[in-house]
């Protein structure tokens, strides 16, 4: 496949949900496992290579919220507690084949990872170290996906890659309609009035405002994630 992009620093999301497979755990390990060595391929060649991770395989608030009784906000610091789990995991896999990488999160939690500090991420990116953001934005109400938007805007990264366990963005639900066409490139405007469910719309919008394209792939297919970071033709690609 042609290679239409080079990016030198990308935001890569990876959703709870992709980390979990089909593994009766949260966390299927030869997922994480397989991140971090296509991550490798990829730092070695120079792209730096920041994450975002979701936590939905272990705590989703909303839907908590929404069935328990519990308080929204409540429900949402325990989703973002989950993010964090996810996210020492996903480092511990990578220091085990030798990324240097680490975890900062959005509120404090100093025994365990780094605070946010942008200055402080952008340096260990330049050292060609791995940065994974951890607990979202740091505030209920907000996703992952939004978090990833965030993060991509103010590290300067030039692109959203968003990992899921579909191919990119169909023109229609392709679990319920046969016919559905994946699509190759969609404008955001088109993502949000078709609703086309690809982020929430607060991540959607806050990367149109900022000119952020954004790349939906598929990670369980062997070999899309270095494809993606390296800016080779994988997924949909979400611009203009
Ligand atoms: N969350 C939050 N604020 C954020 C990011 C996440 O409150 O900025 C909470 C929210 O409850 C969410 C959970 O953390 O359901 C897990 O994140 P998300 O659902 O985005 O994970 P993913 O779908 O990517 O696995």
Redesign the pocket.
Known sequence: SKRPYRWKRVLL?V???ALAGNHTENIDPKITMAIAREVASVTKLGVEVAIV?????I????SWAGCSGLDRSS??????L??VMNAIFLQATMESIGIPTRVQT?FRMSEVAEPYIRRRAVRHLEKGRVVIFA?????????????AALRCAEINAEVVLKATNVDGVYDADPRHNPNACLLETVSYHEVTTRDLSVMDMTAITLCQENNIPIVVFNLQKTGNIAKAIVGDKVGTFIGC
């Open positions: 999301k959703s709870g949900e991770v979701g936590g939905g395989n705590f989703r608030g909303a429900a949402d610091y325990i989703g973002m989950a993010t959005a607990a979202g934005t740091g505030n209920p109400f907000f996703t992952t996906d939004t978090a």
